[in-house]
């Protein structure tokens, strides 16, 4: 069975991202594969990849092909320089800790290389949208949290006093204001009982007045009826 190392492909149309994997070769691209090794992004600059070293290198002296896009990825993180040192190895040229640390200065100064170029691009980025548009303002430092809480508790407890003491004592002042003028509207209504009772009796003194005229008809029909009595005694 061979077996392949190279790129499957994912990601969304015109924006593809890659996976670097161990597959069969028979197998279709996007299909089945035993490992994955790494990833590659080439839409970044530089383009990002990463790779496990280990095993791509235990992979390749098992007799693994790269493609050719997948020999260039291996080539630039430096496990084809890996396997050229343990052939030297093999060929008794240096051992192996020699090669191993040839190797370990490779991949250093590879990766501050790397880092570098990173730095470059986003410098061009940041001075490319300086240029566009132009120097950002800084923003003032925030005040620290103990200064702002401290003047917070002040000005909520004054308030609190003023707006309940305040009412409370308005209130108390305009509810005994009404009582007084009641006191002193009711004053003046007694005399007026008195002026009541006075008309009453003007009117009731003529009706005793009129009595003895009454009592005079009586006594005339008294004083008229022993007349017919003593012509009674006569018959």
Wanted: no cysteine; aromatic share 6%; charged share 30%.
């Amino acid at each position: 069975m061979a077996v392949k190392i190279r790129l499957q492909r994912h990601g969304r149309k015109k924006a593809p991202f890659y996976q670097i994997v161990i597959a069969d070769a028979r197998a279709p691209r996007d299909g089945k594969y035993i490992e994955r090794i790494g990833t590659y992004n080439p839409l970044t600059k530089p383009a990002t990849i990463e790779l496990d070293r280990d095993a791509a290198y235990s992979w390749l002296m098992k007799g693994a092909q790269p493609t050719d896009t997948a020999r260039a990825i291996l080539r630039f993180k430096g496990v084809f320089f890996r396997k050229h040192l343990a052939r030297g190895v093999a060929k008794g040229a240096f051992t192996e800790e020699v090669a191993t640390e040839k190797w370990q200065e490779w991949i250093n100064a590879k990766e501050a290389k790397i880092s570098k170029r990173v730095e470059q691009t986003q410098k061009e980025k940041s001075d490319l949208l300086k240029a566009i548009h132009g120097e950002a303002k800084k923003k003032p430092a925030p005040a620290p949290v103990e200064e702002v809480e401290a003047p917070a508790t002040d000005t909520v407890d004054a308030p609190v006093a003023e707006t309940v003491e305040a009412p409370v004592a308005e209130t108390t002042e305009v509810a005994e204001a009404p009582v007084e003028t009641a006191a002193e509207e009711v004053a003046p209504e007694a005399p007026a009982t008195e002026t009541v009772a006075e008309t009453e009796v003007i009117e009731e003194a003529p009706v005793v007045e009129e009595t003895p005229a009454v009592a005079e008809t009586e006594n005339t029909d008294t004083e008229a009826a022993p007349p017919a009595e003593e012509e009674s005694t006569e018959g």
